[in-house]
């Protein structure tokens, strides 16, 4: 990510500020909507996938799990956060810890990701999740088991699933699929085999694989490309590295602007800058004054 100068035909005519065509993946590679999942799931994993998040109705009870109340202490030190740290929109009436753990009580009642049952809580486990249980963290030994093994309980997993970390889309995917596997549902859509879109034309997936960014032609000239996007031209092409390290010098080279030609000269022939540096020196500097004052990183 920065800017770049690039070596092309004195004639090259790409539009600047314009990405380089051979940098995006061309359209044809686009494929159809799978008719009979949204994102991969056969019907029943992407009803428990919704159960997960709450998006279809949920009940605690359905996972052998006790349903929060505004009681519950993880409910309750929740609510006491939310209140302390803007009174403003809660309120500071006696009441107002309270109709926050309601909410709070009601929210997390209606998904399961925080009411599992134990072999949910057993899946991820087999699956190498759920570290902050079963590990240890140092700086020295970083994650090591816990020896003897350690499996958390249900109710361990979903009080900590209530502290803001929780758990990940990743965890999500786990459990769906072993509770698919203990309840005998296919778990993944088998009319797209789970990539949730269809091929437009046999071999377009093998196709849009092996597609690699064309890079423009090769020439004489010299020009300043952006990288911030995927990269587009945003200067003229010059037929010496002088001309453009003079154009660096006005105000038509925007961002990229060098101070001095001696500068815009050191920056042309280091032929990279980033888009930014800092130093407590300079402070937020632009990358390509940055290597105009100093010359690149070798
Ligand atoms: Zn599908």
């Excluded at 990405?19 to 044809?28: A, E, K, R």
């Excluded at 486990?125 to 570290?131: D, I, P, Q």
């Excluded at 902050?132 to 994650?143: C, I, L, Q, V």
Aim: aromatic share 10%; proline share 8%.
């Amino acid at each position: 990510m920065g800017r770049e100068i690039k070596r092309v035909p004195v004639d090259f005519d790409q539009p600047l500020k314009e990405v380089w065509p051979g940098y995006l993946m061309p359209d044809t590679f686009d494929e159809g909507t799978c008719p009979d999942c949204q994102s991969g799931y056969a019907p029943h994993a992407q009803y428990l996938h919704d159960l997960w998040y709450g998006y279809v109705p949920f009940d605690p009870r359905s996972t052998g799990s006790k349903p929060l109340t505004p009681k519950s202490p993880a409910v309750h030190a929740f609510a006491e956060r939310n209140v302390t740290s803007s009174p403003e929109y809660y309120g500071t009436d006696k009441t107002a810890v309270y109709r926050e753990a309601m909410r709070l009580a009601d929210l997390w009642n209606g998904s399961w990701s925080h009411h599992l049952a134990q072999e949910d809580v057993d899946a991820l486990v087999a699956e190498g999740r759920l570290m902050d249980f079963t590990h240890t963290w140092s700086r020295e030994t970083r994650w090591q088991p816990k020896d003897p093994p350690v499996t958390p309980t249900a109710a361990q997993v979903n009080e900590w699933s209530l502290s803001g970390f929780g758990h990940d889309s990743i965890n999500a995917s786990i459990v769906v699929r072993a509770r698919c596997e203990r309840e005998g549902f296919e778990a993944t859509c088998p009319t797209c085999h789970g990539h949730g879109s269809l091929e437009a034309y046999p071999g377009q997936r093998a196709e849009a694989e092996a597609w690699e960014r064309a890079e423009p032609p090769e020439g004489d000239g010299w020009q300043l490309w952006e990288t911030v996007s995927e990269g587009s031209p945003v200067s003229p092409v010059f037929p010496d590295a002088e001309g453009l390290a003079r154009w660096l010098t006005t105000d038509a080279a925007g961002l990229a602007k060098c101070s001095t030609i001696e500068g815009a000269r050191r920056f042309v022939k280091a032929g990279w800058a980033p888009s930014m540096m800092s130093s407590p020196e300079t402070g937020v500097v632009s990358g390509v004054e940055w290597v105009a004052t100093r010359g690149g990183a070798s």
